[in-house]
C-alpha cells in the first residue's frame, strides 16, 4: 500500500455536486417530479443561485485502527473488527454561503426559491460525502461508518471524538456550543481499512444512514 498522508484536503466543483432540476424534483418531500414544468423558472433560478456559492470540500485525517478507541463504532462483529486496521476521520462542506442565500429567500417571501437552494445545499453536502468517500474506498479498500449511524452511540459524543483528531477547522468547519457542526450543510463520517475486506461495504444497515440517498444512483447527478 502507498504511503498516506497524516491530513489532506480533497476539493471539488460546484459541478460535480449540484443536482439536475430532475433529481431535485424527485427527491423533495414538498413537490412531485410531475411538477417539472411547472417550476422550471424557479428551478433554474435556484441552480443559477447555487451554483457560485457552492464550496464542496472535505478533509481527512488516519491513524491505526483500535477498537478501544470512543471514536471507533461500538458493537461492530468480532470478525470484522479483527480485519481493521486503519481509520480515516472525514468531515465535508459545501460552505456557508448557500445557507444564508437560502434564508434571504425566505425572508422576502420567495419560498419556493428558498426551498430549493436549501435542497441543493442537502443534496450537494451529500454528494461531496459520497464522492470523498468513494475515492478513498476505491483507493484503500474502506468501509464506512458515520457518527448517527448506530443507535447505541451518542452522537454528539461521536462528533466530539471525530472533531478530536481530524482538522475540519482547515476547511471551514467547526462544532457549535450544541456540538452542531457549522456551516450547517456539513456532515462527518469514519472509514475503516484493512486487508482484506472484500463482500464490506458498510458498518451499517442502509436504512440507518445518514447520507439522504447519496449513494443511489438513481439520485446522482447524470
Not at 450544541?178 to 472509514?191: F, T
Amino acid at each position: 500500500m502507498a504511503e498516506i498522508p497524516a491530513t489532506h484536503v480533497i476539493s471539488l466543483s460546484g459541478e460535480e455536486v449540484i443536482p439536475s432540476p430532475q433529481i431535485l424534483l424527485r427527491r423533495s418531500k414538498r413537490y412531485r417530479a410531475s411538477d417539472a414544468q411547472k417550476f422550471t423558472r424557479v428551478l433554474e433560478e435556484a441552480a443559477a443561485a447555487a451554483l457560485p456559492l457552492l464550496k464542496p470540500a472535505a478533509v481527512w485525517a488516519l491513524k491505526p485502527f483500535d477498537p478501544d478507541d470512543p471514536s471507533s463504532p461500538p458493537h461492530l462483529p468480532e470478525g470484522l473488527s479483527r480485519r481493521l486496521t486503519l481509520h480515516f476521520g472525514v468531515v465535508c462542506t459545501i460552505g456557508g454561503q448557500l445557507e444564508a442565500c437560502s434564508h434571504e429567500a425566505f425572508q422576502r417571501g420567495d419560498y419556493a426559491l428558498g426551498y430549493f437552494i436549501d435542497q441543493i445545499g442537502t443534496f450537494a453536502v451529500a454528494r461531496v460525502a459520497q464522492v470523498s468517500a468513494s475515492r478513498l474506498c476505491e483507493q484503500y479498500g474502506a468501509i464506512r461508518w458515520a457518527p448517527g449511524d448506530h443507535a447505541k452511540q451518542r452522537f454528539t459524543q461521536a462528533q466530539e471524538d471525530l472533531f478530536s483528531w481530524v482538522p475540519a477547522e482547515q476547511i471551514g468547519v467547526r462544532l457549535n456550543a450544541q456540538r452542531v457542526m457549522a456551516p450547517a450543510k456539513s456532515l462527518s463520517y469514519n472509514l475503516f481499512a484493512g486487508p482484506d475486506l472484500r463482500g464490506v461495504k458498510c458498518t451499517i444497515p442502509c436504512g440507518q444512514c445518514v447520507w439522504d440517498g447519496a449513494c443511489d444512483p438513481q439520485r446522482q447527478p447524470a
